[in-house]
């Protein structure tokens, strides 16, 4: 099983390289800088357990999904879009394609985009890009997914490279879940640059913390989700299972990248204002991110 990876960053290096190092047969598109580097000494793979080179094909050109049975979307979700119209004249009518990405809605952008069906995966990875072709890996590395046609086969391909997949009945509730981590920690962690170990200890950050997750509760039940999850100790465990991770959304606000701030908080917010709900801890956090990223763009307009 051919699997191309649409997006050569820390999630997509990720899964890519354990396939990769697997034997399996795999390509990353992603960014020149990471696909120059990955060409020249290989994938660096900087995990818990081991670090390596992992030899791997990568590429900047969308085409490299021809002939994949299986597409791996781990782009971030400002360039969703772009990546359906990217790959959609390179797509095999049989290929089966997931989003690996944060928010809640990528899959289903995807899907309306290129007209196919697309399968939404919850991700649960601490790694990050520490420079051009290497990645570090904090801790975890599984997958949840829902069930479909081929399903059985993806969970297959994933158990060869060591990566554990479970299947759901209910994915939306798991889509939800790993929404409500990410509206605790990414955005706190942008507005502090520090990890997610440290956050929680700060005076005041678990009350904050705890407001953000029960605002984001009150919107999934109004949105008809119930959240399975036991959620209060999933989120507590995250400072635990990955205390010196830093989010995407820190990274992305300290490079002075636009983040993913609106499909995170952003979209929980969104999603209050139709139900008239009140969402102020998600509303100050979005508000906060934003401003940096405005002081951000300001600064290089004066470059």
């Not at 830093?246 to 499909?263: C, N, P, W």
Request: aromatic share 4%; glycine share 10%.
């Amino acid at each position: 099983m051919k699997t191309t990876i649409l997006g050569a960053g820390a999630v997509g290096c990720f899964y890519g390289g354990m396939m990769a190092r697997a034997g399996r047969e795999v390509v990353l598109i992603g960014r020149a800088v990471h696909v120059e580097a990955i060409r020249c000494s290989g994938l660096r793979m900087q995990t818990q357990s081991f670090d390596e080179r992992v030899p791997v094909s990568a590429t900047t050109n969308a085409a490299a999904v021809a002939g994949a049975k299986l597409v791996l979307c781990c782009v971030k979700s400002n360039d969703t879009l772009q990546a359906a119209k990217d790959m959609a004249p390179y797509l095999e009518p049989d290929a089966i394609v997931l989003s690996l990405q944060n928010g809640y809605d990528n899959a289903e952008r995807l899907q309306k985009s290129l007209g196919r069906l697309v399968y939404p995966a919850v991700v649960y990875v601490a790694s990050e890009m520490a420079g051009p072709g290497h990645l570090r890996h904090h801790g975890r590395g599984e997958l949840v997914i829902g069930q479909f046609a081929g399903s059985s086969e993806v969970v297959a391909e994933f158990a060869l490279a060591g990566v554990p997949v479970s299947v759901s009945d209910n994915v939306a509730s798991q889509l939800w879940a790993k929404l409500i981590i990410n509206c605790a920690y990414n955005g706190l962690s942008a507005i502090t640059q520090m990890p997610y170990g440290q956050i929680v200890v700060g005076d005041g950050m678990r009350e904050l913390i705890d407001d953000v997750v029960n605002e984001c509760l009150e919107v999934a039940k109004a949105d008809g989700v119930g959240v399975q999850v036991d959620i209060r100790s999933a989120v507590a465990g995250i400072a635990q299972s990955m205390a010196t991770q830093i989010s995407s959304t820190a990274h992305d606000v300290a490079r002075g990248r636009v983040s993913e701030i609106d499909y995170i908080n952003g979209y929980v917010v969104r999603r209050a204002a139709i139900h008239g709900i009140r969402t102020p801890a998600n509303r100050t956090i979005l508000a906060l991110v934003k401003l940096l990223e405005q002081r951000n763009a300001e600064s290089k307009s004066l470059i």
